[in-house]
């Protein structure tokens, strides 16, 4: 397999995880939700029938197949595809389960009160059936508190399994990106929060907000990179340096976008003189794109011409940039 196949793999991986990542925080929350009361009667089929289905409009279905997708493995060997297969089985368990809450609800609310009726004008040819029928109800609703026990159980479960998944892409900048965006969801599904997750998967939140940061950028969120990189910066521990050249970027990329070349090209020139070019390749390669397009946008005047020319000066500068020795 060649160096970009292994790439384009990788970077398949982290999409789909991020995605399972986010069908999970949405399960959660409305799980969660749906099960906050202690008392099963006050759990409505209705709002069960919406996580819980036979296709994607259910959230719940979408989270399992994405999990199967994902994970399932007919020779789970490593350590990380044991944990991969245990969130799965986990999740698939879950989904089931819940399927039992459905159908434990719709028993409830649909055939209970039909069998009540019925059994009004029950005649002896149809009183043993209705008997029958009452039965069934009366084990079913009796199983009822266990069921929500054990989708409790299972959501918590798989909660702590996604949290060691999560250690294993801690290299992943997207996923710090999906956890940073989906920081409400994350602060209620996980009891240590976005910062304890942070803290676990880079060891300290500083640096998990600038991998965050630095996948906005990759994506060009520069408003948003720059909230993160400011959030950084307000602790004590946060690498000045680092900060300060990462900055330096996401303003200069900004000032292209604003239309504000004058100060993109200042400010870009900045960055590079700190030899963070040299550094952040591909930074490097996304700026000299965006200067070379500066030179059809600049206008035909005499400032514009100027403006076309430092910015075409830095763009090679920018393109020739060859790694540091040793990095």
């Excluded at 160096?3 to 999970?24: I, K, P, Q």
């Excluded at 956890?179 to 409400?184: I, T």
């Excluded at 500066?294 to 403006?307: K, M």
Aim: charged share 25%.
């Amino acid at each position: 397999m060649t160096s970009s196949n292994r790439t384009a793999d990788a970077t398949r991986s982290a999409t789909d995880f991020v995605a399972l990542l986010r069908e999970f925080l949405d399960a959660h929350a409305a799980l969660s939700a749906v099960l906050m009361s202690d008392a099963c009667e006050a759990i409505p089929f209705e709002s069960v029938r919406e996580l819980v289905g036979d296709d994607d409009r259910a959230v719940l279905y979408r989270l399992k197949e994405k999990s199967h997708a994902l994970f399932r493995s007919d020779a789970p060997g490593s350590h990380a595809v044991r944990r991969e297969a245990l969130f799965d089985l986990t999740i698939g368990s879950l989904f089931h389960e819940a399927m039992t809450l459905r159908e434990s609800l719709y028993q409830r609310e649909v055939y209970a009160p039909r069998v009540a009726e019925l059994s009004e004008y029950a005649d002896e040819e149809s009183e043993a059936l209705l008997d029958e029928f009452d039965r069934i109800l009366e084990r079913t609703l009796s199983r009822l508190t266990e069921v929500i026990s054990e989708v409790r159980i299972l959501l918590a479960q798989a909660r702590g399994q996604l949290r060691r998944l999560l250690v294993e892409h801690s290299g992943e900048r997207v996923v710090a990106r999906c956890l940073l965006s989906r920081r409400r969801q994350v602060d209620a599904a996980f009891p240590e929060g976005f910062v304890g997750l942070l803290e676990l998967m880079h060891g300290g939140t500083v640096r998990g907000l600038i991998e965050a940061a630095r996948a906005q950028l990759e994506s060009a969120y520069f408003v948003e990179a720059a909230k993160t990189l400011h959030e950084a910066a307000a602790h004590s521990n946060a690498p000045r340096a680092e900060l300060d050249q990462l900055r330096l970027y996401t303003q200069g990329m900004q000032a292209i976008l604003d239309g504000d070349y004058p100060t993109s090209i200042l400010t870009l020139e900045a960055w590079a003189d700190t030899g963070s070019h040299e550094v952040e390749l591909d930074f490097a390669q996304l700026a000299s794109s965006s200067l070379g397009r500066i030179g059809h946008l600049a206008g035909d005047d005499e400032a514009g011409s100027e403006i076309a020319a430092n910015a075409k000066q830095l763009q090679l500068r920018l393109e020739t940039a060859r790694p540091l020795p040793g990095g």
